[in-house]
């Protein structure tokens, strides 16, 4: 599945409507992110069950600033609609590999436990 591009509008709905998505943040005039756009569009080529997205962050200034983008690349990881992952810097083709699959072996249901006691927690001390 080819890459896809994120906008500020489009960005909400893909992470949550789809079970695994990795987005690059990016810049045209960053040369670690031209690097990393073909092990990125390599591995949406070979993983047609995770949702590779793009955000330009120079035409989506406000998405990039809300996700709190300090440096760029900036790949993003998100399963069920939960941030597990979200690091600056390019990665090589093995490490990404080894990204997407421990983000598939990610016990979700331990994950959304989790996410509830921290809630409750929250609750009770508000």
């Not at 949406?44 to 406000?62: I, L, W």
């Not at 990610?106 to 609750?123: C, F, L, P, Y």
């Amino acid at each position: 599945m080819p890459t896809i591009e994120l906008t500020a509008s489009t960005f909400d709905d893909t992470v949550t409507g789809n079970d695994i998505v990795l987005v690059d943040f990016w810049a045209a005039w960053c040369g670690p992110c031209r690097m990393f756009a073909p092990v990125f569009e390599g591995a949406s080529e070979t993983h047609g069950d995770v949702v590779f997205g793009k955000v330009d962050t120079e035409a989506e200034q406000q998405l990039a600033a809300a996700a709190q983008i300090t440096s760029i690349p900036t790949l993003m990881a998100f399963r069920e609609g939960v941030l597990l992952y979200s690091q600056p810097g390019a990665l090589g083709g093995p490490q990404l590999e080894q990204l997407i699959q421990a983000v598939k072996n990610v016990d979700m249901a331990e994950v959304h436990a989790k996410i509830a006691e921290q809630k409750a927690a929250e609750a009770g001390t508000a």
